[in-house]
């Protein structure tokens, strides 16, 4: 053999050799990760794929359907971003009906929604809707309104909650409900007044204040310092109930809850800021949840306009805020016409994935956030939206900005902190009861990774969950 040979024949060998420790580090790492004590009786769907080549990197039963929970945003919000665009912006308008005769308005004054979760929302869009209102009535030359303050929530039928969510969830803030007109969040504050452990909290107040709203309290006090309390009731019924424990002896004591009915406090705040700047109502505040048939044409006399979609997406993705990603799935499934209802937006993502080309199969999809446990999806198609996301989407890096860093910012701030692909993984979580997952991209050494990791019904800590999942995602940079 000549020496060109020979060296060619080594430098082979060598490849070869370092390739096949790479695959065996990583077999053994999936191995490791399947054995880990609390994932022997889990369901587990996982897969790792280089996404220029598609090659796989690592697989565990990938076609397999596994609870998502807060992953299921990204299929949202990717489908949002190409449909809708980056900078599409919900908007709120305020109308009339009728006609001005010596500053009397001989009609309505309509809050027409059209879905923005941004309205006085703590994070972000319009915080002074009111005043803004008020001066476009006063603008008009109105001093008094004949008729109602009728917030017009027409554009999605009157069902704020996926009827897959639990009754665990419902009532309770993170599960507050998304209507065509919603405001703060849709988030109210209860303060509680504690006493000795054991003894029944008091209900102290409520902010902001919702007419004809009450609580029944059955949450007691305890030796805590937490606060381990749920709020049971349905939507639009201004009942709630509270049941668990909060920390005793509290003069004041906070919780969130979901504000039963925005839009109809939103036609109470503007009819309240009216007349206390002096313009008669001789209507009421009401809610209208259809359109009606030969209505009176209407003026618009104010337009309020959320911030653009990417920024709302960027915050569903690292916030993981389910309040924005159940207006933008509704919003989506409008499209279908008006008055929708909850599956509407299932139906039109789930048409737009597929006509992308990806295995829609593997999407069963029954809410916009991924609080309901009947949603269902594989790590392969995952895999697959985040390498056509990569690789054809038309607004790829929007996407890619608005998931959060591992070990840097939001839900995943703490994830592969201080290891070697810490600032290296744009990454989505998703946690619920006994369910763990990720799916997002790893950089590593000029190649990404598309992942997605899900986890089911694990025993023990979440804490060794999350260790033997970090193990896995850094076999991919051995």
């Given at each position: 053999m000549n020496p060109f040979m020979r060296k060619h024949t080594l430098w082979v060998l060598a490849i070869s050799l370092l390739f096949n420790i790479s695959v065996f580090s990583q077999n053994k790492a999936l191995q490791d990760f399947i054995s880990t004590p609390s994932l022997r009786r889990a369901n587990i769907s996982l897969l790792v794929k280089n996404a220029a080549t598609s090659n796989t990197v690592l697989e565990y039963r990938s076609k397999t359907c596994a609870i998502p929970a807060s992953t299921t945003k990204i299929v949202t919000t990717a489908a949002a971003l190409e449909m809708l665009s980056p900078d599409f912006k919900f908007e709120t308008v305020l109308q009339y009906d009728g006609n001005i005769s010596n500053g009397v308005l001989n009609g309505n004054i309509y809050i027409l929604g059209g879905l923005d979760p941004t309205l006085g929302s703590k994070y972000m869009g319009t915080q002074d809707f009111l005043s803004q209102w008020l001066m476009a009535i006063k603008g008009m030359g109105i001093e008094e309104i004949s008729g109602n303050i009728i917030a017009d929530a027409s554009l999605i039928n009157n069902q704020g909650i996926s009827p897959k969510w639990t009754w665990e969830d419902m009532g309770n803030y993170y599960g507050a409900g998304a209507y065509a007109l919603s405001v703060y969040d849709n988030i109210c504050t209860v303060g509680f007044k504690t006493g000795a452990p054991g003894t029944i909290a008091e209900v102290v107040s409520c902010s902001p204040d919702l007419p004809d709203f009450s609580v029944k309290s059955y949450v007691k006090a305890a030796n805590t310092n937490?606060?381990?309390?749920?709020?049971?009731?349905?939507?639009?019924?201004?009942?709630?109930?509270?049941?668990?424990?909060?920390?005793?002896?509290?003069?004041?004591?906070?919780?969130?809850?979901?504000?039963?009915?925005?839009?109809?406090?939103?036609?109470?705040?503007?009819?309240?800021?009216?007349?206390?700047?002096?313009?008669?109502?001789?209507?009421?505040?009401?809610?209208?949840?259809?359109?009606?048939?030969?209505?009176?044409?209407?003026?618009?006399?104010?337009?309020?306009?959320?911030?653009?979609?990417?920024?709302?997406?960027?915050?569903?993705?690292?916030?993981?805020?389910?309040?924005?990603?159940?207006?933008?799935?509704?919003?989506?499934?409008?499209?279908?016409?008006?008055?929708?209802?909850?599956?509407?937006g299932a139906n039109v993502i789930k048409s737009y994935w597929k006509s992308r080309g990806l295995d829609t199969e593997g999407l069963l999809q029954f809410d916009g956030c991924g609080l309901s446990t009947m949603n269902a999806i594989t790590a392969d198609f995952l895999v697959s939206l985040?390498?056509?996301?990569?690789?054809?989407?038309?607004?790829?890096?929007?996407?890619?900005?608005?998931?959060?860093?591992?070990?840097?910012?939001?839900?995943?701030?703490?994830?592969?902190?201080?290891?070697?692909?810490?600032?290296?993984?744009?990454?989505?979580?998703?946690?619920?009861?006994?369910?763990?997952?990720?799916?997002?991209?790893?950089?590593?050494?000029?190649e990404t990774y598309a992942f997605a990791v899900m986890v089911n019904n694990f025993s023990g800590a979440r804490n060794s969950v999350l260790k033997a999942i970090e193990n896995v995602l850094l076999s991919v940079a051995n």
């Amino acid at each position: 053999m000549n020496p060109f040979m020979r060296k060619h024949t080594l430098w082979v060998l060598a490849i070869s050799l370092l390739f096949n420790i790479s695959v065996f580090s990583q077999n053994k790492a999936l191995q490791d990760f399947i054995s880990t004590p609390s994932l022997r009786r889990a369901n587990i769907s996982l897969l790792v794929k280089n996404a220029a080549t598609s090659n796989t990197v690592l697989e565990y039963r990938s076609k397999t359907c596994a609870i998502p929970a807060s992953t299921t945003k990204i299929v949202t919000t990717a489908a949002a971003l190409e449909m809708l665009s980056p900078d599409f912006k919900f908007e709120t308008v305020l109308q009339y009906d009728g006609n001005i005769s010596n500053g009397v308005l001989n009609g309505n004054i309509y809050i027409l929604g059209g879905l923005d979760p941004t309205l006085g929302s703590k994070y972000m869009g319009t915080q002074d809707f009111l005043s803004q209102w008020l001066m476009a009535i006063k603008g008009m030359g109105i001093e008094e309104i004949s008729g109602n303050i009728i917030a017009d929530a027409s554009l999605i039928n009157n069902q704020g909650i996926s009827p897959k969510w639990t009754w665990e969830d419902m009532g309770n803030y993170y599960g507050a409900g998304a209507y065509a007109l919603s405001v703060y969040d849709n988030i109210c504050t209860v303060g509680f007044k504690t006493g000795a452990p054991g003894t029944i909290a008091e209900v102290v107040s409520c902010s902001p204040d919702l007419p004809d709203f009450s609580v029944k309290s059955y949450v007691k006090a305890a030796n805590t310092n937490s606060d381990d309390s749920y709020f049971y009731g349905a939507p639009l019924i201004g009942e709630r109930t509270i049941y668990g424990t909060l920390p005793a002896n509290r003069s004041a004591f906070y919780v969130k809850a979901d504000i039963y009915n925005p839009p109809l406090l939103l036609a109470q705040r503007l009819c309240n800021e009216l007349k206390s700047n002096g313009i008669q109502v001789d209507g009421k505040p009401d809610v209208m949840w259809k359109k009606e048939k030969g209505a009176r044409m209407r003026v618009a006399i104010h337009v309020i306009e959320s911030p653009a979609l990417s920024e709302i997406v960027s915050d569903i993705n690292h916030r993981s805020n389910n309040h924005y990603a159940e207006h933008v799935y509704r919003y989506m499934g409008s499209k279908q016409g008006e008055g929708t209802d909850t599956d509407a937006g299932a139906n039109v993502i789930k048409s737009y994935w597929k006509s992308r080309g990806l295995d829609t199969e593997g999407l069963l999809q029954f809410d916009g956030c991924g609080l309901s446990t009947m949603n269902a999806i594989t790590a392969d198609f995952l895999v697959s939206l985040l390498i056509y996301e990569k690789n054809k989407a038309k607004y790829s890096d929007e996407f890619y900005e608005s998931l959060p860093v591992a070990g840097v910012n939001g839900t995943v701030k703490k994830l592969l902190k201080g290891t070697k692909l810490e600032g290296k993984v744009h990454a989505k979580s998703g946690s619920i009861s006994r369910t763990q997952c990720y799916a997002g991209y790893i950089e590593w050494k000029g190649e990404t990774y598309a992942f997605a990791v899900m986890v089911n019904n694990f025993s023990g800590a979440r804490n060794s969950v999350l260790k033997a999942i970090e193990n896995v995602l850094l076999s991919v940079a051995n």
